[in-house]
């Protein structure tokens, strides 16, 4: 199994900036076998969606359209670690923010990216914009 725990989130004002760090733990063989990980994030009442996925081994990465030029994934594979930071935020990147480690990453041009299949979730970080 591979443990995801999650750091950075809180609360700031438009155009402002945050970041998260997400850190995986586990036995070596879990987490060899992932090879993509990111962010997903939810509002109440909507699905969630896939934000920022970087290929492990590759680090190819994977943009939602609404945060691309704003956000950027990255990574520290020697400490199973990845990065997203959050700039110029906004009222509607108000939202539950979750790491994420499976394999596969994937978008396509009808959707958000992610993952073919998720291994782990973490428990979630709060992000609140206010305007």
């Known amino acids: 199994q591979v443990q995801l725990a999650e750091s950075g989130g809180g609360s700031v004002q438009a155009g402002g900036s945050l970041r998260l760090s997400c850190a995986a733990s586990?036995?070596?063989?879990?987490?060899?076998?992932?090879?993509?990980m990111g962010w997903f994030r939810q509002v109440s009442g909507k699905e969630r969606e896939g934000v920022a996925l970087?290929?492990?081994?590759?680090?190819?990465?994977y943009y939602a359209d609404s945060v691309k030029g704003r956000f950027t994934i990255s990574q520290d594979n020697a400490k199973n670690t990845v990065y997203l930071q959050m700039n110029s935020l906004n009222s509607e990147d108000t939202a539950m923010y979750y790491c994420?480690?499976?394999?596969?990453?994937?978008?396509?041009?009808?959707?958000?990216?992610?993952?073919?299949?998720?291994?782990?979730w973490g428990q979630g970080t709060q992000v609140t914009v206010s305007s």
């Open positions: 994420a480690a499976g394999v596969g990453c994937y978008s396509t041009s009808q959707g958000p990216p992610a993952i073919i299949e998720n291994k782990s």
């Open positions: 970087i290929d492990k081994y590759g680090g190819r990465t």
């Open positions: 586990g036995y070596s063989r879990y987490i060899v076998n992932i090879n993509c």
